[in-house]
């Protein structure tokens, strides 16, 4: 890895120029790619959609970074000192213990996985008719925002959905957007701001620390929330060390809890950031908010000393939150996604830029562009990167985007993307080479490539499900 991405005051830090993997292996799991034929099979009877594949069938498996990362010797060990209670598990107020100690919140309601959380937070605050504005939707959030009689609206700034702005922090919100939202609707129409960091859908991308200062004071002047998706917030500060000025010296666990002080609070998916395969909760400050979060957490997760999670999940999740904030630990894990774009974008293969925290997003629009975007260009390459190597992607793009309430229509998202997600821990070099050489592969044959229909569509989050052939 050249050394040129990272500041000079890093590799000093670290005593050394390059990043590598602070860990070294100590158990394996086997992998195999199956044959052409084989695939060409799979791909054909999981309707072209790679959530329906049988991992058996998947040789480098980049669907998602949720829930896939390799725990520590340490979190393994912690599993044993699972402490199964009903109610008041020790490792319950562990878990609270090290949100409070990185996050800085003071009330912490345990979920199975981050849409408990949210599913939580949007029925404790929202209303029928409310608005939420956010930079940039994510499926499952708007989902439980819409579930809850809210309209989400995206007042992120106009570079995240241009894939080749190198603005170092496209996940900002635009705060002129939001302002004319909130004298549009009302103030009080408007429960919290729906702030990510990193922003997934617009290819990982941070918010500055200045963005999320401004944004508090704008808040502050209407009286509204600030709501975090924390899921990939400890990447998102490995961002602002890196780019924002007066960072270089912090370390990740301060600009994590810096930030966070300018939040009321936040809802996580621990299965990214946080290093475990299961796990959720949402945090707060307001004690009426963790009142109402805390009633509703019997209702649909589990008690609120343990919401979904047994004690031993508890108990890796807590010490997940530690290794996730250390800083040789960010830097080779955003290290290793820098590594895969690096090497595509030497070859001219069109990648959203900049590289992102979480993953590499293939710019399919660019790729095909002759698939119009209602014969799926995204979805059909991700199909065609693992029938040439196995390798398995995700589409974020018109499929996930899903159809608009109102209309009916497909909604027609600008980023027609499909994501190679890097699980932490879990891949070496030699695996993103042959990665980076499948997908140069599929852009040579591109010109050949035909689009696909959609022959089976779900009404929820269709993209999970949906089932396609071959036009
Ligand atoms: C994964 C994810 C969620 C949902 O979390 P789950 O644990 O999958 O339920 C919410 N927000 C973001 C940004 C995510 O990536």
Redesign the pocket.
């Known amino acids: 890895m050249s050394s040129q991405v990272v500041p000079q005051t890093m590799g000093q830090q670290f005593g050394r120029r390059s990043w590598a993997e602070p860990w070294k292996i100590k158990m394996v799991e086997p992998i195999r790619l199956i044959s052409r034929e084989e695939r060409e099979r799979a791909i054909r009877e999981a309707g072209y959609n790679t959530f329906l594949l049988r991992s058996e069938d998947v040789y480098i498996d980049l669907l998602t970074d949720?829930g896939t990362s390799a725990m520590s010797d340490r979190q393994w060990a912690g599993l044993m000192l699972g402490d199964e209670a009903y109610a008041g598990s020790r490792n319950f107020y562990h878990l609270e213990d090290a949100v409070r100690t990185y996050y800085g919140y003071k009330y912490l309601v345990p979920t199975h996985?981050?849409?408990?959380a949210?599913h939580l937070i949007s029925k404790a605050l929202i209303k029928p008719g409310d608005y939420i504005p956010g930079n940039m939707y994510?499926t499952?959030?708007r989902l439980h925002q819409e579930l809850a009689g809210g309209t989400f609206v995206d007042v992120i700034i106009d570079e995240a959905h241009d894939p080749t702005s190198t603005h170092p922090f496209k996940g900002n919100v635009d705060l002129d957007k939001l302002e004319a939202l909130i004298k549009r609707v009302g103030p009080e129409k408007i429960p919290y701001v729906s702030l990510?960091g990193t922003v997934?859908m617009a290819g990982g991308q941070p918010v500055s620390m200045a963005n999320v200062k401004a944004l508090r004071n704008l808040c502050d002047r209407y009286g509204i929330r600030i709501y975090l998706?924390a899921?990939?917030m400890a990447e998102n500060a490995f961002f602002i060390q890196e780019r924002e000025d007066g960072y270089a010296n912090k370390s990740i666990a301060e600009i994590l809890k810096e930030f966070c002080s300018y939040t009321d609070g936040a809802w996580m998916?621990a299965?990214?950031d946080h290093l475990v395969n299961i796990g959720?909760w949402l945090a707060v400050n307001d004690p009426d908010v963790f009142d109402v979060a805390r009633n509703l957490v019997v209702v649909y997760e589990g008690l609120h000393t343990y919401g979904g999670m047994s004690g031993r999940d508890m108990e890796a999740l807590a010490i997940g939150i530690t290794e996730a904030v250390q800083d040789d630990h960010i830097r080779a894990r955003v290290g290793q996604v820098r590594y895969l774009g690096e090497l595509l974008t030497d070859w001219g293969i069109p990648i959203v830029q900049p590289i992102g925290g979480h993953a590499i997003f293939l710019d399919a629009r660019r790729f095909y562009p002759h698939i119009p975007q209602d014969q799926f260009p995204a979805q059909t390459l991700a199909a065609e990167l693992y029938l040439d190597s196995g390798v398995r992607s995700m589409e974020r793009g018109i499929v996930s985007a899903g159809r608009d309430p109102e209309t009916g229509d497909h909604r027609y998202p600008r980023l027609e993307l499909v994501r190679l997600t890097i699980p932490r821990r879990v891949y070496t070099q030699a695996h993103m080479d042959v990665t980076a050489e499948a997908v140069k592969a599929v852009y040579d044959a591109r010109e050949q490539t035909r689009g696909l229909k959609m022959v089976y569509e779900p009404k929820y989050l269709r993209f999970f499900q949906a089932r396609f052939e071959r036009l």
């Open positions: 949720s996985q981050g849409r408990g949210e994510f499952t959030t990510a997934n998706d899921t990939r998916s299965k990214k959720g």
